[in-house]
T-cell receptor, first 114, second 113 residues
C-alpha cells in the first residue's frame, strides 16, 4: 500500500508465490492508472496500465484491478521470480485534460525470498 | 528503438552553483516530462514540454526551468543549488501530447554538497 512519511512499505514473498501490491489514489477525477517497476539504479519501467472504463486488465504474469468506488488499485504478479524484486509505484493521471504530469504513490518494495 | 537517454548519469555540485541536465526522448516522441525523485517526497512532477513549449508545470520554485529543442531533446536547469535539490532527476517521453504512456530514462543522480 501507500507509504507514510519516509518509510516504504515492504512486501516479502516466496519465489513462485503470487504477490499483490495495493495502492490508494486520491483524485476522483483520475481516469488513467499505471504501474511502474523501479529497480535499484534505474528509472521506472512501465508494467501495465488501465483506464477507468475497465476494472481489470491482464498482461504477462501481471493483472491490474481497479475499484473506482473506493479509489483503490492493485497489481497482482503471478509466480514471482527473483527479477521481480523492485519498488513498485502506482501513478494516476487525467486523460485529455488536467495536469499532464503523473501523480505517483510512494511505492512498495517487493522482496522475493528464495 | 533506443530508449530515453539522460546525461550525465551522476553529478556533484556545491550550494549556489547551477546545473544543466539533458534528456533525449525515444525517437519520434515529441513530449518530454521531468520528475524529481527523493526518499522523502517520492516522485514529483516538474514540467512537461511538447513541441518546444512548456505545457504544464509542477509545484517547484522558479530556480527550476527547462526547455525543449526542435529535435525534441530537452534540458532542465537548476540555479542557485540548495542541499535539498539532491535527488534523482528523471526524464520521461511519450509519443504525443495526449498520449498517456510515459517511458522513463535512467535518471541523473545530482548530489549537492
Amino acid at each position: 500500500g501507500e507509504s507514510v512519511g519516509l518509510h516504504l512499505p515492504t512486501l516479502s514473498v516466496q519465489e513462485g508465490d503470487n504477490s499483490i501490491i495495493n495502492c490508494a489514489y486520491s483524485n476522483s477525477a483520475s481516469d488513467y492508472f499505471i504501474w511502474y517497476k523501479q529497480e535499484s539504479g534505474k528509472g521506472p519501467q512501465f508494467i501495465i496500465d488501465i483506464r477507468s472504463n475497465m476494472d481489470k486488465r491482464q498482461g504477462q504474469r501481471v493483472t491490474v484491478l481497479l475499484n473506482k468506488t473506493v479509489k483503490h488499485l492493485s497489481l497482482q504478479i503471478a509466480a514471482t521470480q527473483p527479477g521481480d524484486s523492485a519498488v513498485y509505484f502506482c501513478a494516476e493521471n487525467i486523460v485529455g485534460g488536467g495536469a499532464d504530469g503523473l501523480t505517483f504513490g510512494k511505492g512498495t518494495h517487493l522482496i522475493i525470498q528464495p | 528503438k533506443a530508449g530515453v537517454t539522460q546525461t550525465p548519469r551522476y553529478l556533484i555540485k556545491t550550494r549556489g552553483q547551477q546545473v544543466t541536465l539533458s534528456c533525449s526522448p525515444i525517437s519520434g516522441h515529441r513530449s518530454v516530462s521531468w520528475y524529481q525523485q527523493t526518499p522523502g517526497q517520492g516522485l514529483q512532477f516538474l514540467f512537461e514540454y511538447f513541441s518546444e513549449t512548456q505545457r504544464n508545470k509542477g509545484n517547484f520554485p522558479g530556480r527550476f526551468s527547462g526547455r525543449q529543442f526542435s529535435n525534441s531533446r530537452s534540458e532542465m536547469n537548476v540555479s542557485t543549488l540548495e542541499l535539498g535539490d539532491s535527488a534523482l532527476y528523471l526524464c520521461a517521453s511519450r509519443a504525443r501530447e495526449r498520449s498517456d504512456t510515459q517511458y522513463f530514462g535512467p535518471g541523473t543522480r545530482l548530489t549537492v554538497l
